[in-house]
């Protein structure tokens, strides 16, 4: 009887057809040992801090130090995004010199929010006063304001505020001129929406406060407002 297990022509036939099993791989095989094995380790040393893990190292054996590798690159990626989360919280004040640092390479994946604003115009220091709190509340985006000659020369004061919203060192939205924001009675949250809208923070805001504003005015325009009927029964 042939060896099913044989490497012939024959076999090969009959494994294309189905007939027989295809043919294992020992380095298939032994590739998935090391895998289930480094899985293993890693169990077993899970629960173990980064600091942890450099005490016990002597201990390891080589397959040991590759799972323990894999295993510590994972927690140290975990351990930068936890810390770049704290990183931030507050408006920070650039120049344009710092522009390419703090802005083109803030970081993957980076959300940066900046405020290009001139004193002494008021409704840019009403912004500046709400995004201080937004800061504080979405400490995971990067909070920028600076004087706009000082990034953009000769950038006109009728744009201002101009806010440029980036992501990977690209604009991904653009407010610009006191239109786009309503004047001097701009709400923090109306704000926060606003900014909600481009990606840049995770509002837990339900709908646009902006409507809601309109929604009440409409409404008390229409209760103040007298009837056709009761208008003609006061001519007469």
Request: contains cysteine; negative net charge.
């Amino acid at each position: 009887m042939q060896d099913p297990n044989a490497d012939t022509e024959w076999n090969d036939i009959l494994r294309k057809k189905g007939i027989l099993p295809p043919k294992e791989d020992p380095n298939e095989a032994a590739e998935e040992e090391l895998i289930q094995h480094q899985k293993s380790v890693v169990k077993i040393y899970e629960d173990m801090t980064l600091e942890e893990l450099e005490e016990n190292e002597d201990e390891f054996s080589e397959e040991d130090e590759r799972a323990i590798e894999m295993y510590r690159q994972q927690r140290l990626a975990e351990w930068k995004a936890t810390q770049m989360k704290k990183v931030f919280g507050e408006i920070l004040e650039i120049s344009g010199p710092d522009y390419v640092q703090e802005v083109t390479k803030a970081g993957e994946g980076l959300w940066v929010i900046l405020h290009l604003y001139k004193q002494g115009i008021p409704l840019c220091a009403l912004l500046n006063q709400h995004l201080c709190e937004l800061a504080r509340m979405f400490p995971e985006t990067k909070f920028l304001k600076a004087i706009s000659t000082t990034c953009i020369p000769n950038y006109p004061d009728r744009n201002l505020p101009t806010i440029f919203v980036y992501r990977d060192g690209n604009i991904k939205a653009q407010y610009i001129g006191p239109l786009v924001f309503g004047g001097m009675n701009l709400t923090k949250d109306e704000l926060e929406w606003k900014l909600s809208d481009s990606g840049a923070i995770k509002t837990e805001l339900e709908e646009n406060p902006r409507k809601q504003i309109e929604d009440q005015l409409m409404s008390s325009i229409r209760t103040s407002a007298p009837s056709k009927r009761s208008s003609v029964s006061e001519e007469d």
